[in-house]
């Protein structure tokens, strides 16, 4: 079994059920409520538009940004990013009871694994009801400089969650990039992501 494969399966990730654990979720309550934020959300999708990128690309400018949230549980949220008919990317917010973690799960068109999935990071302190940060954690930065790219090891990834928008943030040295989603007014729901069932 390749790193990926164990590494979603330790998780609880894939298509594979959310947590199922009898043990008691601890959180802070600045984690819950940025949580049960975005949680509220959940069966809706939204339209976006890239509001910050310093390095353009036409991936993103061109073509139509949907956020679904799609699916949700008392310990994991998870959020297909569309971008045009690429259904590759779903991000993954889990409570760990440490914290809250967000992973960017990457497939190919076939389901399987990319050869750049499940990097993200975990956060390192409570941040607020509004807005969480999470800065890349080691199996990011050893996977980044294995693919080539370790300028992403800075990588901290936000998220923003107010009544009438969310938003998705990159930042590094040199770098940043944002997409901002309008949650008044919700759009018909995307196609089911890579890899995953309905």
């Not at 164990?6 to 298509?15: P, Y």
């Not at 310093?54 to 949220?77: E, G, W, Y």
């Not at 799960?105 to 509004?130: E, F, L």
């Not at 995307?190 to 890899?195: E, L």
Request: with cysteine; hydrophobic share 35%.
């Amino acid at each position: 079994m390749n790193t990926f494969k164990t590494f979603s399966l330790l998780i609880g990730l894939a298509s594979a059920p959310l947590f199922a654990s009898d043990a008691p979720l601890v959180s802070i309550d600045s984690h819950d409520a940025f949580f049960n934020n975005l949680k509220q959300h959940c069966g809706k999708a939204f339209a976006g538009k890239v509001t910050i990128d310093n390095q353009p690309s036409d991936k993103f400018t061109n073509n139509k940004l949907i956020m679904h949230v799609r699916r949700c549980s008392d310990a994991q949220l998870q959020i297909p990013f569309h971008v045009g008919d690429d259904a590759s990317r779903t991000w993954l917010i889990t409570k760990t009871g440490a914290g809250l973690s967000l992973k960017h799960d990457h497939r190919n068109p076939d389901g399987s694994d990319d050869k750049s999935t499940m990097y993200g990071g975990h956060t390192i302190d409570s941040g607020w009801a509004q807005v969480q940060s999470f800065p890349a954690d080691q199996y990011s930065k050893n996977l980044f400089v294995k693919n080539g790219i370790p300028q992403s090891m800075g990588n901290t990834w936000h998220m923003y969650i107010y009544p009438k928008q969310f938003t998705y943030r990159l930042t590094r040295e040199g770098r940043e990039f944002r997409v901002d989603f309008d949650l008044t007014k919700p759009v018909p729901l995307p196609a089911t992501p890579w890899g995953y069932q309905d």
